[in-house]
């Protein structure tokens, strides 16, 4: 279940035990299959990152952030902040998985009319905060709110999920000057580090590492997490909310499109979608686990 509240703001503890490790798990990889689907229906769209982000999604969604589906305004949630736009498919299929809007609408991924558009759009869909696109705007939008939520003494906090290659944007930096300069302790922002950009890999494009220490110089508080455990996740966002005097990033080593053997690690599926036969292909990869269970049709 969510990690919501109906009445006065709760924030559960939030070490996992090993039933809601399961729990959660088995959440991501029915994501997974729900992503695979929609963007297949849609005909466009982006795989890579989206598949390599489920369970991050899952966490914050279903275990971390304090948030109420059936009021998306409420005044006290937490705020999700997704800079890098393109991998919205997983943050839709996270909300409707949450109660945000009916699974059904899934289907209407990048349709005419759709509230599920390309990028997110915050004036068309309850429950996303800000419209994005230009990459590198999230992580000023998340640090203003998170200095406005110190200001106001609220209790809410903000998480800012950011891709990689969008580190190459000056813009970035400079909100990372603020956040650092104003202890904005109530921003997490965290790094889809899988490597890959729409031309190719990182380290080839524009070298990032040795990203850690770029980020402690800049005065935050750095963690270091398998983006695909889920585990391993929810304890580095629990270190972030003991940390006090400083924001924190935690970077997540992620695989892109993790669970389908085809897409991993291979940046031309940065921003397309799988054909029909190829969807079929992928649900039966993560059906079967990569063939580590045998598929119900053997």
Known sequence: MPNLTLGPRVRKPLHLHDRALKKLEERALTMRKDLITMLVEAGSGHSAGPLGMADIFTALYFHIMVHDPKKPNWELRDRLILSNGHICPIRYVAMAHAGYFPKSELMTLRKFGTRLQGHPER???????????????????????????????????????????????????????????????????????????????????????????KFEAFGLNVIRCAGNSIREFVSSVEHAHGVSEKPTVIIADTVPGYGVDFMEYDFSWHGKPPTFTEGKEALAWLRTLGGKIKSEHE
Do not use: H
Request: with cysteine; hydrophobic share 35%; proline share 5%.
């Open 123 to 213: 004036k068309k869909l309850p429950g996303v905060e800000t419209t994005s696109g230009p990459l590198g705007s999230g992580s000023s939008q998340a640090v203003g709110m998170a200095y406005v939520g110190l200001l106001d003494r609220r209790p809410w906090r903000v998480y800012c999920v950011m891709s990689d290659g969008e580190l190459e944007a000056g813009q970035t930096w400079e909100a990372m000057l603020f956040a650092g300069r104003n202890k904005l302790y109530n921003c997490t922002f965290i790094i889809d580090r899988n490597n890959i950009q729409i031309d190719g890999q990182t380290e080839e494009v524009m070298p990032l590492e040795p990203l850690q220490a």
